[in-house]
């Protein structure tokens, strides 16, 4: 006979387990070899966190915001970029046009001199001042339509061109002739001005798109293991209040108008950390559920009666569970941290007895019997444990010492309601008798 029983894992298995909350696939459990009873605990934990996740971020006003906000940016970029790249193409297609044709030498057909020659070469450069006129206004009026963020660009770039212009545009009102390099060089100036700040744009949206995708996964890896922390409460009480401000932070930075971009790093690196914590603890915790669920239901299915749950708290290394064994007496099971299991029979006595009293004969060969029977219902326990992949061994087994024997008054919850249905009969036929 065993009146207290131990079961002992075979082997603990390795922190490749927490690969299957990564993954969350059943071709990971399969992989790693985890128990039917802890597998459904998993998936069940996977999606509710899951959809935890998907509801969460509906209810965050900052998340909603900065998706609004970052559609807007995009379609504002777009645009900007649509009118750059069409005053690049206005600017490539200007034509200088044809320049003026000062021929300097004798009127009479003679040949002409090195000056005449010379200043016939200069005026191959230079512009009619009436083609000078149109170019300069025409560059005029493209300053005038750049997209208003060019024009207050960090820098003054709209500024350094419309100083260039006011330049050559005083030039041209003295009088003074401009060659076809003044107009080109304005004009080179200005595309490649235009074609810097168009890059810096495309660079810029280009890393607000990844700043905005950054967030969003650190935000759904903090509302998805939230989810996993709250499941295995005890467990995860300490990660659990970090993962809070972490998510304090997150939403921070969606509202802010500028995301710093460190601190998401800094979040990120944590997080990172945190959630490979997370994964190692959380399925440590579900194996302890499996286990107390597949005792739970084994014993139930061989008719034991649950008296009290496994309870799993914060701050307690074990988890304590009773069941009625068939006919009387209690079974009383401890899980403890390292999944190690421990069986006591304890004598049961009813509502309202002494639980100090000693015991009597009936009461002895009663719990002996009783024990037999645990005995026998321990072992196809522990064959059923086995069966549904939980590794353990029996690694202790004792009969019980009558001096050893502890007594309990068990009130379940079938006895407080019929207690109470018993006290509302008295009551009635009470009342008929005064009646």
Not at 24 to 49: E, H, Q, T, Y
Not at 224 to 230: L, M, N, P, S
């Amino acid at each position: 006979m065993s009146g207290h029983v131990i079961f002992t894992e075979v082997v603990v298995p390795s922190t490749n387990s927490m690969v299957y909350f990564a993954a969350g696939g059943a071709a990971a459990a399969a992989a790693i070899g985890i128990a039917a009873s802890v597998k459904a605990i998993v998936d069940d934990c996977l999606s509710n966190a899951e959809k935890h996740r998907d509801a969460e971020k509906t209810r965050i006003a900052e998340w909603q915001a900065f998706v609004l906000r970052q559609q807007q940016e995009n379609r504002e970029a777009a645009a900007l970029e649509q009118l750059l790249v069409a005053s690049e193409q206005k600017l490539a297609a200007m034509e200088l046009g044809e320049v003026a044709k000062r021929v300097a030498g004798a009127e009479d057909g003679d040949a002409p001199s090195e000056r005449a020659r010379a200043h016939l070469q200069l005026g191959r450069e230079r512009l009619a001042l009436e083609r000078a006129a149109a170019l300069l206004a025409e560059l005029a009026a493209m300053l005038a339509a750049a997209p208003a963020a060019f024009r207050t660009a960090e820098g003054d770039p709209c500024g350094r061109l419309e100083r260039q212009h006011a330049t050559l545009a005083a030039r041209l009102a003295a009088r003074e002739p401009l060659d076809a390099a003044d107009i080109g060089g304005l004009r080179e100036a200005y595309r490649d001005t235009l074609a810097a700040f168009l890059a810096a744009t495309r660079n810029r949206r280009e890393w607000r798109a990844t700043l905005h995708t950054r967030i969003e996964t650190a935000l759904d890896t903090v509302l998805f293991v939230e989810q996993v922390a709250k499941r295995f409460s005890a467990e995860l009480a300490v990660q659990a209040a970090e993962l809070g401000s972490l998510r304090t932070r997150l939403v921070s930075l969606c509202g802010a108008d500028e995301p710093d971009a460190e601190e998401l790093g800094t979040i990120e690196r944590r997080l990172e950390t945190l959630r490979g914590e997370i994964d190692r603890d959380s399925m440590t915790a579900a194996q302890r559920r499996g286990v107390a669920e597949a005792v739970t239901r084994i014993l139930g299915e061989m008719g034991y009666e649950a008296v009290d749950d496994f309870a799993f708290e914060e701050g307690t290394s074990m988890a304590v569970a009773s069941m009625r064994i068939p006919g009387g007496e209690i079974v009383r099971a401890a899980l403890h941290q390292n999944r190690q299991l421990a069986f006591e029979v304890v004598h049961e006595r009813p509502a309202g007895a002494d639980a100090q009293a000693p015991m009597s004969l009936s009461e002895r060969v009663h719990l002996l019997r009783q024990e037999k029977k645990w005995c026998s219902d321990a072992h196809e326990l522990f064959r059923r444990l086995v069966a549904e992949g939980l590794q353990y061994r029996v690694s202790f087994e004792h009969d019980l010492k009558e001096d050893n024997v502890k007594v309990v008054v068990v009130e379940t919850a079938a006895d407080i309601l019929r207690d109470e249905e018993e006290a509302q009969e008295r009551d009635e036929e009470q009342k008929k008798y005064l009646g």
